[in-house]
């Protein structure tokens, strides 16, 4: 795909190897149920690492960057089928990345979000909707204030799709936190609506749209 130029001057494009530092630090900018995340973690990357670098090395094609001319200041990041996308992750992409972690903390409950986040990334807690048939692709949007409210949301999310039925998707879910009213807002706008997950994931919410 080519760049899409937007009605109100920033494009959405295919990822590029060079947006890699700048799209961890929209996901970090993003992270706290929409708003900032900065203060919660003393190492910046964990979000990225769990929500973002695995998508941009295994599905780099489903990957795209929202740019303005300050830089790149959102991303929409997919895949088309979330069981083969999770199976590499845990396998391929999670290994690599272990090696140089520090160990997940011991004896269960994490004291702050590093911890929890090195939890995650050693033992990934992976929310399935109970229709997984229905709903096989799944994605992730996030986008730095500065471009919030302007449409791009709409049409990085249509990019996607659009990525998504040409790879033959018929379904696409995503998590969002409860806490999150504006994206809730956003994704219902786009036609997107609650759906059973095959686990209760405390504080999150799965939504679902049928494609195309
Ligand atoms: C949520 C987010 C992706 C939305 O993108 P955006 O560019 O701000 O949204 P848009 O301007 O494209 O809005 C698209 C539509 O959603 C609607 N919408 C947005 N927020 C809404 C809300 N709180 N309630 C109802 N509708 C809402 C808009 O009115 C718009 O509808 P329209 O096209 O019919 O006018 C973006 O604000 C964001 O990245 N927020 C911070 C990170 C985040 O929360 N990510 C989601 C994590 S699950």
Redesign the pocket.
């Known amino acids: 795909m080519s760049r899409t130029e937007t009605a109100r001057g920033a494009c959405i494009r295919p990822y590029r190897p060079a947006d890699r530092e700048a799209l961890y630090a929209v996901c970090l900018a993003?992270g706290d149920?929409?708003?900032d995340a900065t203060h919660l973690f003393r190492d910046g990357n964990l979000l990225g690492h769990r929500y973002v670098g695995p998508y941009l090395d295994l599905e780099p094609e489903l990957s795209f960057t929202l740019e303005d001319d300050v830089g790149a200041c959102?991303y929409v990041l997919g895949t088309d089928d979330s069981v083969r996308f999770y199976r590499r992750f845990e396998h391929e992409w999670l290994p690599a990345l272990r090696a140089n972690l520090p160990p997940a903390p011991a004896g269960g409950a994490a004291k702050d979000e590093d911890e929890r986040l090195l939890a995650e990334l050693h033992a990934p807690l992976i929310t399935l909707p109970r229709e997984l048939e229905a709903y096989p692709a799944h994605l992730?949007?996030?986008?730095?204030?500065r471009?919030?409210?302007?449409?791009?949301?709409?049409?990085?999310v249509a990019t996607l799709l659009t990525a998504l039925v040409e790879r033959g998707a018929c379904g696409v879910h995503?998590?969002?936190?409860q806490r999150?009213?504006?994206?809730?807002?956003?994704?219902?706008?786009?036609g997107f609506t609650p759906i059973e997950a095959q686990r209760d994931e405390p504080g999150a919410l799965l939504l679902g749209r049928r494609l195309p």
């Open positions: 993003t149920d929409g708003e959102g992730h949007i996030d986008i730095l204030p471009a919030q409210g302007r449409g791009y949301g709409r049409q990085m995503l998590g969002v936190g999150n009213a504006r994206a809730q807002g956003f994704y219902r706008a786009l």
